[in-house]
């Protein structure tokens, strides 16, 4: 069975870990870079190296983000010189992101950088940024501001309240050269548990993406709100400042044009009713992905339902 996964960071991450166990090579991910950014003199793809280090099995699962044991010797370096180096970023996660640069510059394709950096990394599974163009998020605050993203993310933590989400570079941009034929090919297409504005939402904007989803028979979106909340992250009063509802209903709304079947969680089983009675198909199952463990179970039951 073939399955292609769009995802953020790490609510994509931790599923992908368990679709990867179960599918190997079979699994391809299509990755948000829409929190891209140049940081340091640095090409910087967050959502990228979270499922890169998450799938090669290095990630720092208790942060989410970055490598285990990483330590950061470059970061302490330009604090000591009085700089203001608000992006955490770890020495090898450093490393990672000079490559980048370095083929970047040199004439390669992210696509052609992440293929490689996967490899190296020893991921099975393929991951495919979502385009090779350059597509940045800005978060427009309600204090008038116009924020790139890793600003509102990382600098102030998330704490402005988002009046509106641009994503910049749309609609020029054109998907990564193998991500439409990975929508079509798939046997079954999975939405990670990821943020809906900031991670599935910039994919759904590339020419095409939208359409081959409609087309598809078996596209399934897992919940990141669970009771009302998300496990971590801005989603939540992202839907509520966008004039959405933060519930899994609010979220299954978001994507009831193209998904086949809509998964909350176990403990939100009222969710599926409230889901149904707009005509779409919803089932609940336990989504909450403590360890790799759990991520297989969800991911086994996933592959089961379709
Ligand atoms: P980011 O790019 O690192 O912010 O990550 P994503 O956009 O991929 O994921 C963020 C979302 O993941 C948040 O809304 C969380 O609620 C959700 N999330 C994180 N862990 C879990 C989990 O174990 N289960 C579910 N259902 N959602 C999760
Ligand atoms: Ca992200």
Known sequence: MKVTALAGGVGGGKLLVGLQRRLGSDLTAVVNTGDDAVIYGVHVSPDLDICTYWLAGIADTRKGWGIEGDTFSV?????????????????????????????????????????????????????????DDEVRSKIVTTDGRTLDFQEYFVKERTAPEVAEVVISGLPGAVPGPEVLDSIAGADVIVLCPSNPFVSIGPILGLGGVRDALRAHPNVIAISPIIKGAALKGPADRMLRSLGAEASASGVARLYEDFVALFVVDASDGDQVARIESTGLRATSLDTIMGDHAASERLAAELLELT
Not at 106 to 129: C, F, K, M, W
């Open 75 to 131: 970061i302490d370096g330009m604090r000591a010189l009085g700089l203001d180096a608000w992006f955490n970023l770890g020495d090898r996660d450093f490393a990672t992101c000079l490559h980048r640069t370095a083929r970047l510059a040199s004439g390669a394709t992210l696509s052609e950088v992440t293929d490689e950096l996967t490899g190296r990394l020893g991921v099975r599974a393929s991951i495919l940024p979502m385009s």
